[in-house]
């Protein structure tokens, strides 16, 4: 079984960098420039604050597999940060309205272990510590369940 870590630690990845400009046929292509082009929803929750007399903010999803009609989302985490305010009972709303989602929380916490959470059918079970192995035997349960369902997908404008 693969053992490796999760995130190499010296990872280089797409979405930090310098925001660059590189003209292709003609045509403007910005390189590494992912965070500076995420959406201000800043405009969209004040608003929705306003309305609902609450304070409202929009998620994002950090990573999702779907295979067969099985959805995973993954959700992660630095060392010791939990889930915001409003995204641990959104998650938990997800996966209550469908057996098909399943949310993944992960976070590092040394160099042979992880911190998970795992939310499903509306429940959390806690953050538990898992070594390399106890993830990738995770994952591979999961996947073994998805490969084996049959997807349920509504026909186009249903």
Known sequence: MFEAPIYPA????????????????????LRGCYLQRLPAFDRMNSH????????VGFTDVDGMLEVNGQMLILEHKGAGVGLK?????????????????TVLGHRAAGDDHTENLVISGG???GWQR????????????W??????????RPKLGE
Do not use: M
């Not at 990872?11 to 403007?28: L, M």
């Not at 305010?85 to 989602?101: D, H, K, V, Y």
């Open 10 to 29: 010296a990872a280089s990845h797409r979405f930090v960098g310098e925001c660059e400009a590189v003209i292709r046929n003609d045509y403007p292509i």
């Open 143 to 152: 996947l073994a369940l998805a490969k084996i369902s049959s997807p349920q």
């Open 48 to 55: 929705a604050t306003r309305y609902l007399g609450r304070n």
């Open 123 to 125: 429940r959390a079970d």
């Open 130 to 141: 898992w070594t390399h192995a106890d993830f990738w035997a995770w994952f591979d349960d």
């Open 85 to 101: 305010r409003g995204q641990g009972p959104a998650l938990r709303e997800l996966t209550a309205a469908s057996p098909r989602i």
